[in-house]
């Protein structure tokens, strides 16, 4: 009787520690699953960004006109500006979301080294040409778009 009290108490045992270890499964998935819907909405968008950019500038450089002078700094400023709201954006769902000027700083930081990198890359593509102007059209638009977006979540975080 001794041995199947013993038995029977070992088997439930087993059984409780099975059913831990699901338990922690489903939290360790329902974990993966925030994640990844983290990701998708907010890291994702990036990557894509950046795609789209490093194709656009696989194509030859739009001409200017002379009713639009300096149009292409315009648009990398404006791009940029984006690219660098992006990143704040999803800065703010990392850990560092609790560091403002540290997420300010790696949003401007990696928008503009992201633009840095597509002025080196234009340099090997025919027909287009790296220009230092361009560089700092981007580092100047990623400095705004942060300012701006920071500006904006603020007001809303306050009002």
């Not at 983290?38 to 994702?44: A, I, Q, R, T, V």
């Not at 997420?103 to 930081?109: D, E, G, H, P, T």
Request: glycine letters at 4%; aromatic letters at 14%; proline letters at 3%.
């Amino acid at each position: 009787m001794r041995c199947a009290a013993f038995r029977n108490h070992s088997t439930y045992e087993k059984y409780a520690s099975r059913l831990q270890n699901l338990h922690a499964l489903n939290l360790n998935f329902e974990f993966i699953k925030i994640q990844l819907k983290k990701f998708l909405f907010y890291w994702f968008p990036i990557i894509i960004y950046c795609l789209i950019i490093f194709i656009q500038s696989s194509y030859p450089s739009i001409k200017t006109t002379p009713e639009l002078p300096h149009i292409d700094k315009m648009l990398h400023f404006v791009a940029y500006a984006l690219l660098g709201t992006l990143f704040l954006r999803a800065f703010k769902t990392s850990r560092i979301k609790n560091n403002v000027k540290l997420m300010l700083i790696l949003s401007v930081l990696c928008s503009s080294l992201y633009g840095i990198s597509d002025e080196i890359h234009q340099y090997f593509v025919p027909y287009r040409s790296a220009d230092l102007m361009d560089i700092l059209a981007d580092i100047l638009g990623s400095i705004m778009g942060v300012y701006i977006y920071q500006a904006i979540a603020g007001k809303i975080s306050a009002g």
